[in-house]
């Protein structure tokens, strides 16, 4: 199983960007699939989620920002990120909870800076 997260960057305020997940040896559509985060100094924090039906969940600090989705054809879950936030700041991973396995991708950076 391989989770390769891509599109993170340096943005100012305001600003979005998108993050892709790239998933192989598991199917995005049949596992309930999250996005979390982890700040400098900070634990790991959830940040959004979308279960196997579709339904999307969201932290509070990010609800009405971030939007979560997946193409299922491409294998590929996604995070829109709009109105970023300099606490935006964290190297974003993206998670595939498979029971019993659970699975991380190695991360992308998200740098939010005026």
């Known amino acids: 199983v391989q989770l390769v997260e891509s599109g993170g960057g340096l943005v100012h305020p305001g600003e979005s960007l998108r993050l892709s997940c790239v998933a192989s040896?598991?199917?995005?559509?049949?596992?309930?699939m999250y996005w979390y985060r982890q700040a400098p100094g900070k634990g790991r924090e959830y940040v959004a989620e979308?279960?196997?039906?579709?339904?999307?969940h969201y932290a509070d600090s990010v609800k009405g920002r971030f939007t979560i989705s997946r193409d299922n054809a491409q294998n590929t879950l996604y995070l829109q990120m709009d109105n970023l936030q300099p606490e935006d700041t964290a190297v974003y991973y993206c998670?595939?909870?498979?029971?019993?396995?659970?699975?991380w991708g190695q991360g992308t950076q998200v740098t939010v800076s005026s």
């Open positions: 040896g598991i199917d995005v559509s049949t596992s309930w």
């Open positions: 979308i279960t196997t039906a579709g339904s999307p």
């Open positions: 998670n595939a909870d498979d029971q019993p396995a659970d699975y």
